[in-house]
């Protein structure tokens, strides 16, 4: 299954002077037991940007909360400034992004889709000073301020 979008669909963006976003985390939607992988690209790059593969239950103890058997664990991607996190990808609002979700469609399951679950922190452009309103001031206290 494929899915097509750009960053701006699947978020609220900002005004200017956001730029962009930075990903931190992206979990991939995928069913059990169906789920085989899912993958994140940077259609206009090329970039992979995410590979999941779901962890099955490996220990056949069904006693074990969440290990019942048909129960996967989905690690998501994460990216951050820390040593052993990759870096986090710049995407601007109008990238667009392919995911590619492999499914064993030998066994019954609908309503499959290819989506995501992301997080990312804005990007704005330094070179644009942005003074931003005090929560709880009204519009009029603001003007009367002036």
């Known amino acids: 299954i494929t899915s097509r979008f750009q960053v701006r669909q699947i978020m609220n963006v900002p005004g200017p002077p956001a730029k962009g976003v930075k990903l931190i985390y992206a979990g991939p939607h995928c069913h059990a037991p169906t789920c085989l992988s899912m993958e994140l690209y940077n259609a206009d790059t090329g970039q992979l940007l995410c590979h999941v593969e779901p962890l099955h239950n490996s220990n056949g103890n069904n006693d074990d909360v969440y290990y019942e058997t048909g129960f996967i664990a989905i690690p ?71």
């Not at 590619?100 to 995501?116: R, Y």
């Not at 452009?125 to 005090?134: I, R």
């Open 76 to 146: 998501p991607c994460l990216w951050g400034e820390e040593d052993e996190l990759m870096t986090p990808p710049f995407l601007q609002f109008d990238t667009n992004l392919l995911s590619i979700k492999k499914n064993n469609n030998t066994l019954p399951h609908t309503g499959e889709m290819a989506s995501w679950q992301m997080r990312g922190a804005i990007v704005y452009d330094a070179n644009v000073v942005t003074e931003f309103p005090k929560e709880d001031v009204s519009r009029e206290e603001l003007e009367k301020s002036d």
